[in-house]
């Protein structure tokens, strides 16, 4: 049976800012306690919202349904009323990409001006009655949203106003980023796993890491999926074959048009996509563009970006930490270049070859075969990351980075911000 929560709670929750509904949840309160008792600065957690204010007892619940259930996740998830969340809260509470036996507990961050937009995004998440979906609450304030939080998709940012330029980009989302990065460091468990989708997503998740020393630099991303999976799309179209037979298909570097799309690794059917396709023009010539301006070329048919099959490719980005990689097989991922096998610069995040156990974590692959034509590429997008970490040097700490990009090419994936 479905009871309200102690009225002591409640008033408790009713001094935090975040949502007007006055409830919360009891085991949240008791997280914030143990943080606070760590030294950490205080903060409330969230409130739940709406039905999710009500307390159950997954003990009176059928047991067929949740005798085996995994202990709740938190998943915090910011631009949460924007156009990819709108498609990724769904899939997240359907169970289809944590898995069906995985509870999990939204917390939703919006800015000051969608405010009333999240309450419609809450309603609608209490309207789907997902089983999984156990608690929902939304806000503004990072610190609040990111309390105890063990993922957050970081999709929230700004889009570029008339006349900006991409370094004016990095600076205005950048600022987001450095203070989200602060409030995951001080909020998040420290064993947090952060994607960053919002634009431009590598400098961005390198400042919300730079922000974050309690968090492992290890546990930062930046989406670079969607580009792999254009990238298969295209290579299983151009040898008449289903894209299900596309495996080690990699994306270098940055997410912006000098990232790499890598034929040279790819197999197809098990076969290397280059002996099977055969025409090196195409792959130098056409590849690369098809998959790197994809967006711009879909919303000129359509009119709209291409907001549902990048939360496929984020939920494809999380499935990828926790579901153990096929053998022989890859995924990429934008991640902390230290320690990189590839002669890579330190300090920036790169799309590199990973593979994962499943648990949360990954390596990055080894024995990629890098070839002269490969090597000047990823030089052409490392330089670019560099360039990009000189133009946010005040957001991270860094000494002396003077910003290089003012006036040069536009290199924003087409379609997106
Ligand atoms: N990495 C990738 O592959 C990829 C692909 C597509 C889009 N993107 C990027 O993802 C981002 C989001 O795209 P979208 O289509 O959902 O955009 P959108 O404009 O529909 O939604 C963005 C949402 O973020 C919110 N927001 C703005 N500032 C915020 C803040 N400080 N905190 C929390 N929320 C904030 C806005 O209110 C808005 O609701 C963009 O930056 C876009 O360029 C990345």
């Given at each position: 049976m479905l009871q309200t929560k102690p009225q002591g709670l409640a008033r408790k929750a009713a001094?935090?800012?975040?949502?007007?509904?006055p409830a919360v949840v009891v085991r949240s309160v008791a997280a914030t306690e143990q943080k606070t008792a760590a030294g950490a600065k205080p903060h409330n957690p969230p409130s739940s919202y709406g039905v999710f204010r009500l307390s159950y007892d997954t003990q009176n619940e059928d047991k067929s349904l949740t005798r085996n259930w995994k202990k709740t996740i938190k998943v915090a998830v910011t631009g949460a009323s924007g156009n990819i969340a709108n498609h990724l809260l769904f899939m997240l509470a359907s169970g289809e990409v944590y898995g069906k036996d995985q509870p999990i507990h939204l917390q939703l961050l919006g800015s000051e001006r969608s405010k009333e937009a999240l309450e419609g995004v809450a309603m609608e998440l209490e309207d789907?009655?997902?089983?999984?979906?156990?608690e929902v609450s939304i806000g503004i304030d990072p610190y609040e949203i990111f309390?105890?939080?063990?993922?957050?998709?970081?999709?929230g940012a700004k889009p570029r106003g008339p006349g900006m330029e991409r370094a004016d980009l990095l600076n205005q989302n950048g600022e987001i980023f450095q203070l989200q990065g602060r409030a995951l460091n001080e909020a998040?468990?420290?064993?947090c796993k952060v994607l960053v989708v919002g634009n431009p997503c590598n400098t961005n998740a390198l400042i919300a890491m730079e922000n974050a020393?309690?968090?492992?630099?290890?546990n930062f991303h930046a989406l670079t999926r969607l580009d792999e999976n254009r990238a298969k799309c295209q290579l299983a179209m151009k040898a008449g074959k289903?894209?299900?037979?596309?495996?080690?298909m990699a994306i270098w570097g940055n997410?912006?048009?000098?990232q790499v799309p890598d034929f040279i690794n790819a197999r197809i059917g098990g076969v290397p996509a280059t002996d099977l396709i055969g025409d090196m023009k195409w792959f130098r010539e056409e590849f690369t563009p098809k998959v790197a301006l994809r967006g711009g070329a879909l919303i000129k048919k359509w009119?709209?970006?291409s907001a549902a099959s990048t939360a496929v490719s984020v939920a494809d980005a999380i499935r990828s930490l926790v579901v153990p990689t096929a053998p022989g097989d890859c995924f990429s991922t934008g991640v902390i270049?230290?320690?990189?096998?590839?002669g890579i610069r330190e300090g920036l995040i790169f799309s590199f070859p990973c593979r994962s156990k499943g648990d949360g974590d990954y390596e990055i692959i080894q024995d990629f075969l890098v070839d002269e034509y490969l090597r000047s590429k990823l030089r052409a997008t490392e330089d670019e990351l560099q360039k990009e970490k000189e133009c946010v040097s005040h957001l991270i700490g860094m000494m002396g980075g003077s910003c290089?990009?003012?006036?040069?090419e536009d290199t924003t994936v087409p379609g997106e911000n």
């Open positions: 001094r935090s800012t975040v949502s007007r509904v789907s009655l997902y089983p999984l979906l156990r309390d105890g939080a063990d993922w957050a998709l970081m999709i998040a468990d420290p064993n020393p309690n968090l492992k630099r290890k289903f894209y299900t037979s596309v495996s080690r997410h912006s048009t000098t009119g709209r970006s270049s230290d320690g990189n096998p590839y290089q990009l003012r006036g040069a």
